[in-house]
């Protein structure tokens, strides 16, 4: 699993977290959400980049 450190650092909030993490624990099923969470995520931290 991904350590929920990181995720947390890039600004994921600890709901976001939690929801993950249940997601990981359904097992593969739940891959195209934790990809789609991740690829949320990624947006956010790129548009916060360059907002700077």
């Known amino acids: 699993m991904i350590n ?3 995720l947390r ?3 994921m909030s600890i709901v ?3 929801y993950y ?3 990981v624990r359904e097992g593969n099923s739940s ?3 934790r990809i789609e969470l991740m690829r949320q ?3 956010r931290v790129v548009a916060a980049i360059a907002d700077k």
């Open 4 to 6: 929920l450190h990181y």
């Open 9 to 11: 650092a890039a600004g």
């Open 16 to 18: 976001e977290l939690q």
């Open 21 to 23: 993490t249940a997601l």
């Open 31 to 33: 891959l195209p959400k």
């Open 41 to 43: 995520q990624r947006e």
